[in-house]
């Protein structure tokens, strides 16, 4: 899905943006009277020129609605009812706020016990515990530095504050969009990869996760910026069963990220590109601890 003007033609295109729908849905079922929102075109496309506002009722073109030659709306498909067809998630249960709840905790919770399309009308959702400071990072390679109050470990446990929660960490990333003139994706390691190939890096064993920028030859405008976001705790977890950190208070975990989180960019030809050369490029990361959820369907 590298080169968007044909992204459409490989089959994984349509896997990838119908999960994409279903963790919208849940979002719905959470958040009842957020959705579509205004937005100025940053750039033109086929039907769209540039500087045109958009808002929930534009015209989705090309998708015509009826023989009229009227098109689908933002609003239109608000509901996914409209289209006859459900999730997981939805179909095995009553679909409730608390029941969508309570199935993003059990499949994506920091004590997730789930995987998409596991979900059965008769398996209770489990409540996950989430894991307050946080560690902040410069582009090019990882100086943290903790601000705020820290969380002590609990010493009996070692991925458990004393408060009773659970130590997260996530990696925050901002890059212009546009700013490679293509595709180009970011990849995050813990510990220098084993290889500077960047054909490589997707199965690299110090992989901790890559994000992708999807951008096309053209568009150039430097001021949009992409953010994601890249989750550190389940490689920090694994380096505590095997003896690379104590624990997971951020008094620990600062230092190691600092000699140990690296990443690297894999530009738009493929190439090992310079993160530092990137105008606005930026990798922040955060630690949190809060207090386990009462009950299942209470979000972190």
Same mark, same amino acid.
């Given at each position: 899905?590298?080169?968007?003007a ?6 994984? +295109? ?7 729908? =279903? ?6 079922? *959470? ?7 205004n #937005? $100025? %075109? ?5 039907t ?5 506002? #958009? ?7 090309? +998708? ?13 498909? =608000?509901?996914?009812?409209v289209?006859k ?18 199935? $993003? /905790? ?10 998409? @399309? ?19 990072? !410069?582009?090019g ?5 903790? !601000?705020g &109050?820290?969380?002590q ?7 458990r504050? /004393? ?9 925050? *990333? #901002?890059?212009? =969009?546009?700013?490679l ?5 970011? +990849? ?9 190939d960047?054909? &490589? ?6 992989? *901790? ?13 430097k001021? *949009? ?14 380096? $505590? &069963? =095997? @003896?690379?950190l ?5 008094? !620990? $975990?600062?230092?190691?990220?600092? %000699? ?6 894999a @530009? ?15 990798i ?17």
């Open positions: 899905m590298t080169y968007l044909t992204a459409a033609f490989d089959p994984i +295109f349509w896997l990838h943006h119908t999960n994409v729908d =279903r963790l919208f849905a849940m979002w719905q079922a *959470i958040n009842l009277f957020a959705y579509g929102v #937005q $100025v %075109a940053p750039h033109s496309t086929w769209i020129p540039a500087g045109q506002l #958009q808002t929930a009722d534009s015209p989705l073109t090309p +998708f015509h609605k009826d023989t009229s030659g009227n098109f689908w709306t933002t609003n239109d498909v =608000r509901d996914m009812k289209f067809y459900t999730y997981p998630e939805f179909a095995n249960s009553d679909g409730s706020i608390n029941a969508i709840k309570s199935y $993003v /905790n059990k499949l994506y919770g920091p004590g997730a016990t789930a995987t998409a @399309g596991s979900s059965k009308r008769t398996a209770a959702p489990e409540a996950a515990p989430y894991a307050a400071g946080n560690v902040t990072a !410069t582009a390679t990882a100086y943290p530095t903790a !601000t &109050t820290l969380v470990p609990d010493n009996a446990t070692p991925l504050a /004393n408060n009773g929660s659970l130590y997260q960490y996530v990696a925050n *990333i #901002q890059t212009p =969009r546009y700013a003139n293509g595709s180009y994706s970011v +990849f995050v390691f813990n510990r220098a990869p084993t290889s500077e960047p054909t &490589t890096w997707s199965l690299d064993a110090n992989l *901790i996760g890559p994000y992708g920028i999807l951008a096309q030859p053209g568009m150039t405008d001021n *949009i910026t992409t953010a994601g976001s890249i989750p550190l705790t389940r490689a920090l977890t694994y380096e $505590v &069963t =095997r @003896g690379g104590t624990d997971l208070s951020e008094k !620990t $975990v600062v230092p190691y990220l600092t %000699a140990n989180l690296k990443w690297r960019v @530009g738009p030809a493929g190439e090992n590109y310079d993160p530092t050369t990137i105008p606005g490029f930026n922040s990361v955060y630690a949190s601890s809060a207090p386990s959820p009462s009950s299942p369907d209470v979000l972190p």
